[in-house]
């Protein structure tokens, strides 16, 4: 049941972020909580939306999340942030930015992954690209997850930064050929 209501949230909520994009919506604390309950709707009504109040731990990374009490704060500092660096920075990575940025913060008790991913693809609609996918397959998401690990534990953001470049280019270049045909 779970999964079932996963994929129905995760459909409603790409729906929700492509309404945004088409309307200009831009990315702020508001949107990331609206986007997260979405993603948990049915299935953690208590948190859904909702930043943590409690620790948490990342299975499989050694990066220890800030404590619950730093997360509206660090929220905040991202935001501010990003809107400062923007008229300097590329889009894309800008959007790779915020999308690290919250997975870094990681400010729900789940779903924070499925949130970063579905922000990041909110700020490069609005900047005309689109939807990017980060391949499941057991390869890409190794190299996914180890980029995030550097960002976190190294403060090296540039792997992060030109592998999800490669997913934009690759999702731009997939659109093309489908256009083509």
């Known amino acids: 049941m779970r999964e079932h209501l996963e994929a129905a949230n995760h459909y409603e909520a790409v729906a929700f972020v492509r309404e945004l994009a088409q309307e200009q919506v831009p990315v702020s604390e508001s949107i990331v909580r609206q986007v997260h309950a979405l993603i948990l709707q049915g299935i953690d009504r208590e948190n859904a939306g909702v930043y943590r109040s409690i620790p948490v731990a990342i299975s499989g990374s050694r990066h220890v999340p800030p404590q619950p009490w730093q997360v509206p704060k660090l929220m905040e500092e991202l935001f501010l942030r990003l809107e400062q660096e923007a008229e ?41 690209y689109t939807i990017t996918n980060i391949p499941g397959e057991s390869q890409s998401r190794l190299a996914y997850y180890d980029a995030l690990e550097k960002c976190n534990l190294e403060q090296e953001k540039t792997e992060f930064h030109l592998l999800m470049a490669g997913y934009v280019r690759a999702s731009m270049e997939k659109l093309i050929r489908l256009l083509g045909k």
């Open 88 to 128: 300097h920075m590329h889009p894309v990575v800008s959007a790779a930015e915020l999308h690290e940025g919250i997975a870094t913060i990681h400010p729900f008790t789940d779903g924070n992954g499925r949130t970063a991913r579905l922000l990041m693809n909110l700020a490069l609609l609005r900047q005309g």
